[in-house]
């Protein structure tokens, strides 16, 4: 018999907004692939070849993507993101045994996932220090007592994972909105449920944190150089090149650093560890980038220097752009959140020479403008604005 | 990408292959070939389309067999470099689907000692080093041989006097189905599911001894145990990626497509005939006389060469030709129109130059050059990525001929056709479903977008939709309008602004209403225009590509709404071979 994976991949990402406002929370490039084409990967390391994804938000981009893929997946749709659990049971139809949940928008190692195949009415947990955006678990010994979903004070550390392995007549007693309330609910009915701490588990909550999930992610590459580099260019470290891509001479790239294909990396620039750089990017001379995420079609004028940031797809950064690494509050939904980063830019943004961002957020197709130079700090610059 | 199939049981292995490749045909379909066990070896292989010419092919006896179809995007395809490839003494047969990246230095070493190549391929190069080890063993051959090969590959291989496949698998898709008494191997699962539902995914490094009743999968070389995966879908959900129709999944591999067509010519491989041309003819039919018209409004302004369309079917009525180059433009190669005009541009000492989708197509032999368009497989009858990469391709034309003034531009174009395929469309769908006619209008190079855009809906939809310039209206057509003929209008700021809103205007005070392809802050439109689709500013190129690709999801999404056969429209075929 074998086991299937149901990866739930309809869910938006509100709090990772902008970079979710065109695409869903598991199609963000972190170490150059999706979140789910990792867990993808994954699972088939654990030996699981027959993987259904839930799709809802911004399906087609999604289903596109798996289609790339070298086996395939089969797709269901939920029409309307009601829920993890709702979305489980879209794919009930194709479940007639045990089946492992996934979130297609966290990370998680296969050798995790290979610890939960073995037993069955189980769930991954870790500790979080911030509890209480997920799941709070209480366990005794190895079996899980309680789950409470997002609670407003968290007694303990300890959260789940969102990963399940659950047996077939659990699937069919699902009922309720959230794999959490679920699973609670089975809890009181007296069913066991295992805890198994999970190796290696990475969320993004909001959009800095990816940046740790990038540098975690990095450390698996495997170094690759394609492309054409200069002689002159130092390449120390797991660095991976894809095709197309020209290195200049004097370029410094220090691994691990992920770079994808047709892109221009100017010379004498430099790539400091814990960066990823998508495909047909332009990194100009002199410009400096550390522990970042440049997602494809984007443009780096020259004399630039970036860190902590995530630059969305198709950003042009003029020229002496300062983007610094600052921990600081950013107001999101009339509420300060605690935040780390350069700038978190969304699409399409276009932004004039000489400007300083420290701990911004810049929304999709933004554009500003003008000769003076200007500084954002702590703040949120909302889509489309006109900065003159 | 490529397609291979493999069968052992009980059945005539032929029909079985045939069909599998068929169902592969997705994934590439410019030659094909099987070869089967009867004795000793049988091939029968060929250039074109497994769909189109396999009766010869079905005859081949024998209960065992391989099968290829191909997607070349280097080295052309043709009946001798299509797989299966044999050994020097015909006994041993191989399909292959990956690259085999040392193929040159072995090629090499296996000449000197005395094999004979009869193909161009990376792939003959493993028939000749099976043969140089093979000693009444296939299994231990191909172990024997792998280590040699550095790249990708699925394989499979046969030889006579023994009844087994070997199948192989590094870095590219290889799946066995499990049958009662007879097993498959495929590149995916798609040829299999007819015939069972469980099957092995191989992984990279494993070999497989398949016989009719028993096989064994090998891990440096020790057996090891595989799990069999019980399959539940359907062939056309695989296929389909999830997608409701091929035409929505094309539509959105535009992106892509977009890119690849634009890096598929730079100036180095720019036929000199173009470079030199004072002035050209374009002949094309459908939607790649539209390609070639927008082709027309953006290279006479921008290097004052004068440019004449022909449609295929008429150009035979016309006198020689007197450009001192033809631009045929067809996306399989085959269009019997288009394909007689170059011939006849042949004839009359004319250079001709092939833009098409398709290596290795009738046109791309009769043709001077050749640019090919890097769309991939189309299957959806309505084309949607070929056009877009025709326009890309043209685009590229123009700006090399221009000196490499919109180079900056054109790579723009990827992300903005990601961005448009957002697009809220369902107001303007709404008001075209309840349609018997639609007029779509617009000037200047937004005209022949037009066409396009009444072409799509045209096909599809099955709704009359005619797109006229703007001007012509009043000319006639006029007369046509009423509350019940929606008007679709591109009207974006330039130089047929304001007497585009004019023309809308008078349409509207005939009670028309009118979905407006627009900027999306531009007060005067939203006060004429019943739904706006907002078309983001930026250059003319750009918005050439997005208003296509807007009109091509106004089409599908009112085909789909009014529940049409969308990838196979009545009446219609994908490549149309006949005058």
């Known amino acids: 018999m074998s086991l299937k994976a149901v990866i739930l991949a309809a869910g938006e990402g509100r709090r990772l907004r902008p970079l979710t406002q065109n695409r869903p929370k598991a199609l963000i490039p972190v170490a150059n692939k999706p979140i789910i084409e990792h867990n993808i990967n994954s699972l088939v390391n654990a030996g699981i070849r027959d993987i259904i994804v839930v799709v809802g938000f911004r399906k087609e981009q999604v289903m596109r993507h798996l289609s790339q893929l070298s086996f395939p997946v089969m797709i269901v749709q939920q029409a309307e993101q009601l829920g993890t659990a709702h979305a489980l049971l879209c794919a009930k139809g194709m479940i007639k045994d045990d089946v492992l949940v996934i979130p297609g928008d966290n990370y998680i190692d296969s050798g995790s996932l290979r610890d939960i195949i073995t037993i069955k009415n189980s769930l991954l947990y870790t500790t979080h220090k911030q509890p209480s955006n997920f799941g709070v678990i209480t366990i005794e010994g190895d079996i899980v007592t309680s789950i409470t979903e997002k609670p407003i004070k968290a007694s303990r550390m300890t959260v789940s994972c969102g990963i399940y392995h659950i047996s077939s007549e659990l699937v069919w007693r699902i009922a309720d909105n959230s794999m959490s309330e679920v699973i609670d609910a089975e809890i009181r009915l007296g069913t066991k449920i295992t805890a198994i701490k999970a190796h290696s588990w990475q969320d993004a909550i909001y959009p800095w944190d990816l940046l740790t999930m990038n540098e975690r992610l990095l450390t698996d590459i495997t170094a690759q150089k394609a492309g054409i580099i200069s002689s002159s260019a130092v390449i120390q470290g797991p660095v991976s090149i894809g095709k197309g891509t020209e290195i200049k001479p004097g370029v410094v790239i220090t691994g691990p650093v992920f770079i994808g294909e047709d892109c221009k990396i100017g010379a004498h620039a430099v790539i400091e560890p814990g960066t990823s750089i998508g495909s047909r990017v332009t990194v100009n001379s002199h410009t400096t980038i550390n522990k970042s995420i440049i997602m494809n079609d984007a443009v780096i004028a020259s004399h630039c220097s970036i860190s902590g940031s995530v630059i969305g797809e198709g950003c042009t950064i003029g020229e002496n752009s300062l983007i610094v690494h600052k921990d600081g509050f950013i107001i999101l939904d009339n509420t300060p959140i605690r935040s780390s980063c350069g700038v978190i830019m969304g699409n399409g943004v276009i932004s004039s020479p000489n400007i300083l961002l420290e701990n911004v957020i810049v929304g999709n197709n933004v554009c500003i403008q003008g000769k003076s130079d200007k500084r954002f700090s702590n703040s949120v610059i909302p889509d489309k604005t006109q900065v003159m | ?579």
Request: charged share 20%; hydrophobic share 45%; aromatic share 6%.
């Open chain 2, 1 to 579: 990408m490529c397609g291979i199939v493999g069968y052992v049981g009980f059945r005539n292995a032929a029909p079985i292959l045939i069909q599998g490749l068929r169902r592969l045909e997705y994934r590439g379909y410019d030659s094909f070939g099987i070869a089967t066990l009867a004795g000793n070896v049988c091939v029968h292989k060929k250039t074109g389309k497994v769909s189109h010419i396999s009766d010869s092919a079905e005859i081949l006896q024998g209960t065992l067999g391989i099968g290829h179809t191909r997607w070349a995007t280097h080295g052309i395809p043709s009946d001798i470099n299509a797989h299966p490839h044999l050994d020097c003494n015909e006994k041993i047969a191989v399909v292959h689907n990956g690259i085999i990246e040392n193929y040159a230095s072995l090629k090499r070493d296996l000449i000197e000692r005395g094999h004979i190549f009869r193909s161009d391929t990376d792939t003959e190069v493993i028939a000749h080093l099976l043969e140089e080890v093979y000693d009444d063993d296939l299994l231990v051959a191909v172990q024997k041989t792998l280590p040699f090969l550095a790249g990708s590959y699925a394989i499979l291989v046969l030889s006579e006097g023994e009844n087994r496949l070997i199948a192989a698998r590094n870095q590219s898709p290889l799946v066995l189905g499990i049958g009662d008494g007879e097993i498959f191997a495929a590149s995916d699962i798609t040829p299999i599911l007819e015939y069972t539902s469980r099957v092995i995914y191989l992984d990279d490094g494993d070999v497989a001894d398949i016989r009719p009743e028993i096989y064994t999968v090998y891990m440096e070389n020790k057996p090891v145990q595989k799990e069999i995966n019980e399959i539940t879908w359907t062939p056309d959900a695989v296929m389909k990626g999830g997608f409701a129709h091929y035409m929505l999944k094309e539509m959105f591999e535009q992106p892509d497509v977009i890119h690849h067509a634009v890096h598929a010519v730079i100036d180095s491989t720019l036929p000199r005939s173009l470079k030199e041309a004072k002035t050209i003819t374009v002949v094309a039919c459908g939607s790649s006389y539209h390609a070639g018209m927008i082709f027309r409004y953006l290279l006479e302004p921008a290097c004052g060469i004068p440019v004449r369309l022909e449609l295929g079917s008429e150009y035979k009525y016309t006198p020689v030709p007197f450009s001192d180059v033809i631009i045929g433009v067809s996306q399989s190669g085959e269009t019997a129109d288009t394909l007689a005009a170059v011939k006849k541009g042949i004839c009359n000492n004319v250079r001709t130059v092939a833009i098409t989708n398709v290596l290795n197509s009738s046109i791309t032999r009769s043709a001077h050059d050749t640019i090919l368009m890097h769309a991939g497989p189309e299957i959806s009858v309505a084309s949607s990525k070929s056009f877009i990469a025709q326009l890309g391709v043209l685009m590229q034309i123009v700006n090399l001929l221009a000196g490499g003034t919109c180079s900056e531009v054109l790579s723009h174009g990827r992300y903005a056709i990601e961005q448009i395929l957002l697009t809220d469309i369902t107001k303007a769908v709404d008001l075209c479903v309840s349609a018997d006619h639609l007029f779509y209008v617009g000037r200047g190079v937004f005209y022949p977008v037009m066409m396009e855009g009444a072409l799509k809906m045209k096909e599809i939809s099955y709704i009359h939709a005619e797109a006229y310039a703007a001007g012509e209206l009043k000319h006639g057509p006029f007369a046509l309008l009423s509350p019940e003929t929606p008007v679709i209008a591109i009207c974006l700021p330039g130089t047929a602004y304001e007497v585009m809103l004019g023309n809308l205007k008078e349409m509207k005070a005939r009670g028309t209403p009118i979905i407006a392809l627009g900027i999306a802050d531009d007060i005067e439109l939203l006060e004429i225009a019943d739904v706006v689709i907002p078309v983001p500013p930026a250059h003319q190129w750009i918005q050439v590509l997005t208003c296509t690709v807007l009109l091509q999801m106004i089409a599908y999404h009112t085909a789909n709404a009014l529940g049409r056969e969308i990838d196979m429209p009545r009446n219609l075929a994908k490549s149309v071979t006949v005058e």
